[in-house]
């Protein structure tokens, strides 16, 4: 039980030094890996169906754009992969070490995205090595994320764990800020035609500069404190894969269906928005850029305001104030976003940024809080990684395939607001860790 004197340190509002480069490196790292990742969905979206599936969008325009964005899902499929490899050597060597080989991993790969020849030009190979870089993208974004919640978490005063976590989240729509923004700015800049040419190919190229600087940044900061506590009490290694699973499958699955609405609705503003706006209701391609840039955010604002909320009100009340909001406004959106007026377009994806960060913010403390410290890496990864599978993966496919058969949007609101609703019930069955020893906890947290 803390003291008086030590709950009043954990409240106090200055941040030291090596708690702001902590942070500062939470933020950098995570929100270049998700520039690396939306760039791909939102370039999915936008022309991948033409330049990789050629042959199909000549003779099945929907499978084409279905396809393409399936490719998205596919890397998911490997991100529990990552998560079970990069959190093991996580748990064994430490969080910073895989977070550097992380963030490095994902760089590349995404700038030989920007290298590879069309299938105009070496054929079906092309969809071939498009699939292959984008599975390595999945596997360091399975690892990527535990490590980064930690590393925040795990610093963190007591009182402010969700505030610190929500750093690494609000990476997420600051990534997409940036990728959306890169994009908006070449298609002004160099037209349609241009950036289905070649024009594509420069934001994932640009990736390569900001490996350096996130690599730079993350080898500045010291390994997380919690993992040093353990470190030096361990006489020999564990086994905690094995432990994971054998003790812990439960806290994985609710993990896994808190975090599946919210990927799934994130992926559809995401990647689906944008595609769908442009190709269904054929507004101009710079304007919806533009606008998924500024909806990003209020994603942005309310992820902030979610972590600050998990300290305030809890975690879990915070994540079921998001879902209801998002299970609400799911429907609702589609009919502003169907008005064909970019107005309204902004209002029905901003809207949906309020749920979206609300059930975000808190999330980095309480993963952490639900597990001990010797898996604690595995744990938050695999829960997250299953998550997203269940939830953003194929969600972009899923709405193409609902457009393309019932030709009603709001059947899309509909998918959202039942996952939401799962979600909802499933961070309910969960009695709030808010405020346990992460050194000591057993993980035997949810009621």
């Not at 030094?17 to 902590?22: A, F, G, H, L, R």
């Not at 101009?284 to 606008?291: F, G, R």
Request: proline share 4%; with cysteine; charged share 10%.
């Amino acid at each position: 039980m803390s003291t008086p004197s030590s709950a009043a340190a954990d409240a106090a509002p200055t941040i030291s030094w090596d708690e702001k480069k902590v942070l500062t490196a939470t933020l950098v790292g995570t929100t270049i890996e998700w520039y690396d990742f939306f760039v791909y969905a939102q370039a999915a979206g936008l022309v991948f169906g033409p330049l990789f599936f050629a042959p199909m969008v000549q003779n099945n325009p929907l499978l084409a754009q279905i396809l393409s964005f399936a490719t998205i899902g596919l890397s998911f499929l490997f991100r529990p992969l990552g998560a079970i490899v990069c959190g093991h050597m996580g748990d064994r060597f430490g969080r910073r070490g895989v977070l550097v080989m992380t963030l490095v991993l994902m760089g590349v790969a995404t700038a030989l995205v920007g290298l590879l020849p069309t299938y105009a030009q070496i054929g079906a190979w092309a969809p071939v090595l498009l699939v292959l870089l984008r599975i390595l993208q999945g596997f360091s974004a399975g690892g990527e994320w535990g490590g980064a919640a930690l590393m925040s978490v795990e610093y963190a005063p007591r009182g402010r764990r969700s505030f610190f976590g929500a750093f690494p989240q609000i990476g997420t729509p600051l990534g997409m800020i940036l990728a959306t923004g890169v994009l908006w700015i070449l298609t002004t800049l160099l037209g349609k035609q241009a950036m289905t040419e070649w024009g594509w190919r420069i934001p994932f190229l640009v990736s390569i500069a900001l490996i350096i600087v996130g690599a730079v940044i993350r080898r500045t900061v010291e390994e997380s404190p919690v993992f040093r506590a353990m470190h030096q009490r361990r006489k020999e290694s564990s086994a905690p894969l094995r432990d994971l699973f054998r003790g812990h499958s439960k806290e994985i699955l609710r993990t896994a269906l808190i975090f599946m609405a919210n990927n799934a609705a994130g992926y559809i503003l995401i990647a689906f928005i944008i595609s769908y706006g442009l190709n269904t209701l054929k507004l101009p391609s710079d304007q919806i850029l533009l606008v998924s840039t500024l909806a990003a955010f209020g994603w942005f604002a309310f992820t902030l305001l979610g972590g600050l909320m998990g300290d305030w009100i809890g975690r879990v009340r915070t994540f079921q104030i998001g879902f209801v909001i998002m299970a609400l406004w799911a429907i609702p959106m589609w009919f502003l976003i169907d008005s064909k007026s970019i107005a309204l377009f902004f209002v029905g994806a901003f809207g949906l940024t309020i749920g979206l960060g609300l059930s975000y913010g808190p999330q980095a403390a309480l993963y952490a809080e639900l597990f001990p410290a010797r898996i604690r890496y595995s744990g938050v990864s695999v829960g997250y990684a299953l998550g997203a599978i269940l939830g953003g993966a194929f969600a972009p496919a899923i709405a193409q395939w609902i457009i393309g058969t019932y030709g009603e949007s709001w059947r899309v609101g509909a998918y959202i607001a039942v996952l939401s609703v799962i979600s909802l019930i499933a961070v309910s069955t969960i009695r709030d860790p808010q405020g346990v020893d992460l050194n000591v906890h057993d993980g035997e947290v949810a009621s």
